[in-house]
């Protein structure tokens, strides 16, 4: 096993253990506002404020890692989440909650832009889409297993233990990643003078030596602008998926409690599949088409197929439809995961930690206002056909966005 597959098992782990933190309260959801008194809108609130945090710190952790490297941001922003993870298990109220989940989200920020520096300084640009891609394939994995795992764990432990053994991952992966990673391949022993002339083809000066990027570049450049709309739309639906499916599968499509953890995990599982799928078609076009073609089709064409889906679970009556429907739906929509990312390094090069973290900053706009604006159109009409139609309208907007954003052009 190489050197570079070994840091990305690593990686690999992380986002699995990141979406299980993540994923946890919508398993938890129920009990908690049951417990604490929440109403829908609150709850959508307690969801946006981890978003809210998570946005203002993404940008200071991608430019940390790019120019410390994420040896040492990803060993203190794991240990930080985890704290506040254990203490999602000790909130006595609704401020409570919404304090330590945004504190929570401030820890999180960072850790898929320090991934991506990362895997910009361990891998050749030709495996970066297929590495990025498989550290998302995690992410998925994690948010698969949560449902059914938090909710067989709150049944035997109650909800508030859960998050007490969850934490205890986080500082297990963090001690893991401290003792083995280097932030320079040549510095590993595991990496041999073959794989390490590999890693450095094509590899850009480490930004610690280049001219330092302004901000008014990031504002003025039409790439930064596209990706952030986009993702925009991505983060919309995504976070549907990651705060109230739980509770539409019980609520909206009458499924019992007891089978709400299975049926939450298939869109995840789709996801998972489609996120390698993206990354590596991504890879093999670029070989034979234009990089902004072999970036921008598959891209398009899985956030139309995800509008298409999204809207056939929100209109359909018999659950046999819409259920593989909203799992077929996220799977197209997580088709574009990697490829948002490669793209990143193949516009931002050895700045990818900052282009990637002002992507997932200001692209979470969606992310923040879709758990609150969700659970108001639900709590004051009662449906929720309406919210998964915007979400559909979005994946749309998103799709059109891609057609401004050019992977060659670099930052």
């Known amino acids: 096993m190489s050197g570079r597959s070994k840091a990305l ?14 994923v946890a309260i919508s398993a938890t959801a129920s009990e908690m506002s049951s417990e604490l008194g929440l109403t829908k809108t609150e709850m959508g609130h307690v969801f946006s404020a981890f978003v809210l945090g998570y946005v203002l710190f993404e940008i200071p952790g991608g430019w940390w890692a790019d120019r410390f490297g994420a040896r040492s941001l990803l060993t203190r922003i794991v240990l930080w989440w985890s704290a506040f993870t254990a203490l999602t298990g000790a909130a006595w109220s609704y401020w409570s909650l919404i304090v330590v989940r945004f504190l929570f989200g401030c820890g999180e920020a960072g850790a898929f832009p320090g991934c991506a520096a990362a895997i910009g300084r361990w891998f050749p640009s030709e495996e970066r889409g297929r590495a990025q891609a498989t550290i998302m394939v995690g992410s998925r994995l994690g948010a698969a297993f949560a449902p059914p795992l938090v909710i067989a764990m709150a049944t035997a432990l109650g909800w508030r233990k859960v998050y007490g053994v969850l934490a205890a991952l986080g500082v297990a992966w963090a001690a893991l990643w401290q003792w083995w990673y280097k932030d320079r391949p040549e510095d590993h022993p595991a990496v041999d003078a073959a794989e390490l002339k590999l890693i450095q083809s094509g590899r850009a000066e480490p930004a610690a030596r280049q001219q330092k990027i302004s901000w008014k570049t990031l504002a003025r450049n039409r790439n930064v602008w596209a990706l952030c709309l986009m993702y925009s739309g991505y983060t919309w639906g995504l976070y549907f998926y990651l705060t109230w499916l739980p509770t539409y599968l019980a609520e909206g499509r009458g499924v019992s409690w007891d089978r709400v953890g299975l049926a939450a995990m298939a869109p995840f599982l789709v996801a998972a599949c489609a996120n390698f799928l993206g990354g590596w078609s991504s890879d093999r076009l670029a070989k034979r088409i234009p990089l902004r073609w072999a970036r921008r089709g598959p891209a398009v064409v899985g956030l139309l197929l995800a509008a298409v889906f999204l809207a056939t679970a929100a209109l359909a009556e018999s659950n046999r439809l819409a259920l593989p429907a909203l799992a077929l739906s996220f799977g197209f929509s997580d088709l ?6 490669a793209t990143c390094l193949d516009i931002g090069q050895e700045r990818a930690g900052v282009l990637s973290g002002t992507m997932n900053s200001f692209g979470q706009v969606g992310a923040v206002l879709a758990p609150t604006v969700i659970g108001l159109i639900v709590e004051r009409t009662g449906s929720w056909e309406t919210p998964l139609l915007i979400s559909a309208g979005y994946y749309v907007v998103s799709a059109a966005a891609w057609f401004a954003i050019d992977a060659e052009e670099r930052l």
Do not use: E, P
């Open 336 to 341: 574009i995961l990697a490829i948002c990312w």
């Open 9 to 22: 098992a690593l990686m690999f782990l992380l986002t699995l253990v990141t979406y299980l933190d993540r």
